[in-house]
């Protein structure tokens, strides 16, 4: 069990806004572009810090990973 909680914790996106974008990359990497689902409060974690979190993220990270996405492909709709 131990070495499936240290998987989990290892997939989640937490740290520094850099350690934050390396993980990032790595998944790029690994899969190409990525989506991802945010959570900045865990365990009744004061409110004030998750929104600290949540606005440091996006001052910090969404700006670089906005960056890296690919342009959205023309499609036709079908008729």
Do not use: H, N
């Not at 990497?29 to 810090?49: I, K, M």
């Not at 910090?60 to 023309?74: D, G, I, M, Y």
């Amino acid at each position: 069990l131990e070495d499936v909680v240290r998987a989990y914790v290892d997939q989640q996106l937490w740290g520094t806004p850099d350690q934050i974008l390396r993980k990032l990359e790595a998944r790029r990497a690994a899969v190409g572009d990525v989506g991802v689902l945010c959570a900045f409060r865990y365990g009744g974690s004061p409110f004030e810090v998750s929104e600290r979190s949540m606005r440091l993220f996006a001052a910090e990270v969404l700006p670089v990973a906005r960056a890296w996405q690919s342009p959205p492909e023309q499609r036709q709709a079908a008729e």
